[in-house]
């Protein structure tokens, strides 16, 4: 194993951590060299499982016998050591959960591969709040959605604070980026999905009606904080859902709003607990 102690800061593999606030990733269309990052042991393990290859894992000291034996299959892989203080000073924050692993970007999966078995499916059109894209794929993962597709100016979810809200289900869901709404719409009506837009409308149906019989595909959209769901996403579904609501509250988060939706229209569980796609 390529354990290095760190005495200097301008290492040049140190790179990929320096200054890891989120204010500064929230910049970054792309991180630079194709990477994401995984926070804590536990999302690296899921990384690690979901076949993600690593580029190098940064630990402080007396984590380093917990990351150690995750990187048995790894072992080219360098593993940089450093005391809190160092860490914290390279990184702009508290590594309070000991790791860091710089993991390399999976390609993502063609839309129509991703979709071709599933039955429900979650579409988040447009979502730029990265603490909401990681609740809204753990609701996925735990109420048993098969995969979840991101309009082209959705938050990334492989940012930080995306999978370590997720509690690191971004890394066993399958998800990737659709088309525009002209391309996208009639790709998954093609599918055989019907689109239920998540919305406020006069001509909305309420949710417990929706889900007393819903279709066998179903792909549930979600929007944007503040503004909702686009006039191209209504129009591209062909029902709009609304969760009921009292005391004069029109509408709910829309991580909030997502679990509510997924609970309701969930599929029965096979009898071994699993959910497809989600394991």
Not at 109 to 134: F, K, Y
Request: hydrophobic share 50%; aromatic share 4%; glycine share 6%.
């Amino acid at each position: 194993m390529q354990i290095v102690h760190i005495t200097d800061l301008d290492l040049p593999g140190l790179a990929d951590y320096a200054r890891l606030t989120d204010v500064a990733l929230r910049r970054v269309a792309e991180p630079a060299g194709g990477l994401y990052i995984a926070e804590s042991s536990k999302v690296i393990v899921r990384a690690l499982a979901a076949g993600h290859q690593p580029r190098s894992v940064l630990v402080q000291e007396q984590w380093l016998p917990d990351v150690l034996p995750l990187l048995a299959e790894w072992p080219d892989v360098p593993v940089y050591v450093g005391e809190a203080a160092v860490l914290e000073k390279l990184t702009g924050y508290n590594l309070h959960r000991g790791a860091l692993a710089a993991m390399h970007r999976p390609p993502l999966a063609a839309v129509a591969d991703l979709i071709r078995d599933a039955r429900r499916i979650v579409i988040l059109e447009d979502i730029v709040d990265h603490t909401n894209v990681g609740a809204i794929f753990r609701s996925v993962a735990g109420l048993g959605a098969d995969a979840v597709l991101i309009t082209p100016r959705c938050a990334d979810p492989l940012y930080r604070r995306s999978v370590r809200v997720s509690m690191g289900t971004v890394l066993q869901v399958p998800w990737t980026r659709l088309p525009e709404w002209g391309e996208a719409a009639p790709l998954l009506h093609a599918a055989g999905f019907h689109l239920a837009a998540l919305a406020l409308s006069d001509d909305a149906v309420s949710l417990d009606r929706f889900a007393a019989d819903p279709p066998e595909r179903l792909a549930l959209i979600l929007g944007t904080e503040g503004d909702g769901l686009s006039a191209l996403a209504i129009s591209a579904a062909d029902t709009v859902v609304t969760i009921p609501m009292l005391h004069g509250v029109d509408s709910l988060n829309v991580a909030s709003a997502s679990a509510v939706a997924l609970y309701a229209l969930r599929v029965p569980a096979p009898a071994d607990g699993r959910i497809d796609g989600c394991r």
